[in-house]
């Protein structure tokens, strides 16, 4: 079964510093995708990021990148230029066809990211 | 375009009562995923449905049921509401529910069994 691990259970940056949120995951798949959702206090789980395997380049919105390692199955989110509103639980996903066709996401235990001003 | 909407956003049952939460996915959308948040176990797939049909189940009790409508709202049925049912329950939509397609999660509804 695919499994999905964050090591960091909490994470703190300084306001405009970067930080990199670690998650390394398994599988025998060649065909997935992975994401980073974000959810803030107010519990909306949104996306940040997401990455397809087949694609070497890694992916990057505005403040958010990854550094997709596929051969060490390694998928960290780094943020730039850190702000308050990044604040929140970040929980990494993987998504691929699991045994029985499933697309189902599968979660690691989420990095709670604290900002400090 | 309206994001996922879920009813109840908080509900409060006793143990051995049943619950339906309801989950309204993007217009569009066809398929509807459920998840069970708990800060111990965290985020853990209930099932998916996708055309009214389950395409696949959780390793979740019996208790636990969904169904999907022609419109493609979804509702989960919890009977025999345990203790150990509180949580935040999460639906999320996706267009076909394929692989490619991006999940977008709805504001979840928080279940607490007394």
């Known amino acids: 079964a695919q499994t999905v691990t964050q090591s960091q259970p909490e994470m703190s940056v300084q306001e405009a510093e970067t930080v990199t949120l670690s998650c390394t995951y398994d599988?025998?798949?060649?065909?997935?995708?992975l994401f980073w959702y974000k959810q803030p206090p107010s519990r909306q789980m949104i996306l940040v990021i997401r990455?397809?395997?087949?694609?070497?380049q890694n992916a990057t919105e505005n403040r958010f990148s990854v550094n997709f390692q596929k051969a060490a199955k390694s998928f960290s989110l780094k943020i730039s230029d850190s702000q308050l509103g990044d604040a929140a639980m970040y929980f990494c996903a993987y998504r691929g066809r699991t045994q029985g066709g499933s697309e189902k996401l599968v979660f690691g235990k989420g990095t709670k990211l604290t900002v400090n001003p | 375009k309206a994001g996922v909407t879920q009813t109840p956003r908080y509900l409060i049952k006793t143990r051995g009562q049943q619950v339906t939460l309801s989950c309204s996915p993007i217009?569009?959308?066809?398929?509807v995923s459920w998840y069970q948040q708990t800060p111990g176990q965290g985020l853990q797939f209930l099932f998916e449905y996708f055309s009214e049909t389950q395409r696949n189940k959780g390793n979740f009790p019996g208790r636990f049921s969904g169904r999907q409508f022609s419109n493609s709202r979804s509702e989960m049925n919890v009977s025999t509401l345990e203790l150990g049912d509180s949580a935040l329950y999460l639906c999320a939509s996706s267009l076909d529910g394929s692989v490619t397609e991006t999940q977008y999660f709805g504001p979840g509804t928080r279940l607490l069994v007394l």
């Open positions: 990455q397809e395997a087949y694609k070497q």
């Open positions: 599988t025998s798949e060649s065909d997935y995708y």
């Open positions: 217009s569009g959308h066809r398929s």
